[in-house]
């Protein structure tokens, strides 16, 4: 999906195609389109809405249900051509969901943002103006693809990853996708401190209930509490590998008193066999000697 040049990342742009059931969409399937921009003039671009039509036709006759309904680009961020693009493809869908997907390696977190395009109505009364406003996405599986994976998986275990090591990854990969939406936020306020960007009330009003949220650290009973809880998963942890070590040594002398035994057997079978042995020599040389 990714073109790249010696100097710059070259943008890619598709088609998606899916199900809308009037409150979640379902983008099953896509498809690649000719796009071309210019690199000096981000305004400069092209698409061949002709090879749109010949592909969705084609498309209708293997899923008549599967419907256009969003068009994609691999930005990774917004650019200055999306909302012009947005229009044009307003001439085959009523009102396209535009997807960003971030095809960089040191992505953290989901790869695709959903934007639809709105008219933002300002405070001051002035004219309104296009813009686009994020919605919720996830990517997952369908219960047939979860069952058809689970199969093909079930016979696979790496015996190198253990499941400490998955949840150490998993929560240092949380961990990394808090700070990069920390820095967004972060950017965004510094921007319209400083006049740059337009303030949104409604996205202050967020931060404020999501800083509203946050524990008071200098109240001192708040911090007792902490530490007491703290303090007591700590002593959880204490006693769990004090617990394991007295089971590991445990088996260490239960083992060792086996092997002892088994040695002591088998010293006990060799001296009789060999008793055995010298008995027998004894009887026939006496019965030669008869």
């Known amino acids: 999906m990714v073109a790249t040049t010696t100097e710059q990342l070259t943008a890619l742009a598709g088609t998606t195609v899916s199900q809308d059931n009037g409150k979640t969409i379902n983008v099953a399937n896509s498809f690649g389109i000719p796009f071309e921009e210019d690199e000096k003039d981000s305004k400069t671009w092209f698409l061949d809405h002709n090879y749109i039509e010949g592909m969705y036709e084609m498309f209708k006759k293997v899923n008549a249900r599967e419907r256009m309904i969003g068009w994609y680009h691999t930005g990774p961020k917004l650019r200055a051509s999306d909302q012009e693009i947005n229009d044009l493809f307003k001439r085959f869908i009523a009102r396209p969901v535009m997807v960003i997907v971030d095809v960089r390696p040191d992505t953290v977190g989901i790869p695709t943002d959903a934007y ?3 008219e933002e109505i300002k405070d001051d009364g002035t004219e309104t103006r296009k813009t686009f406003l994020h919605v919720p996405s996830a990517i997952e599986a369908e219960e047939a693809e979860e069952i058809g994976v ?3 998986l079930r016979d696979i275990k790496d015996s190198t990853t253990t499941t400490l090591a998955t949840r150490v990854a998993e929560q240092l990969a949380s961990l990394q996708g808090l700070q990069s939406r920390l820095s967004d936020i972060q950017k965004y306020l510094v921007d ?3 006049g740059s960007m337009p303030i949104n009330h409604q996205v202050i009003y967020h931060l404020q209930d999501a800083l509203n949220l946050l524990p008071d650290l200098s109240d001192p009973k708040l911090t007792q509490s902490f530490a007491a809880s703290t303090n007591d998963q700590m002593l959880v942890v204490y006693l769990s590998s004090l617990l394991r070590s007295v ?3 445990h088996a260490l002398v239960d083992n060792k008193a086996t092997i002892g035994r088994a040695e002591l057997e088998e ?3 060799k001296g009789a066999s060999k008793k ?6 004894v009887k026939k040389s006496e019965d030669k000697k008869d």
């Open 116 to 118: 639809f395009a709105v």
């Open 150 to 152: 689970e199969h093909l």
């Open 192 to 194: 319209v401190a400083s």
């Open 247 to 249: 089971i590991a040594l």
């Open 267 to 269: 010293d006990g079978v």
């Open 276 to 281: 055995k042995s010298e008995e027998e020599a």
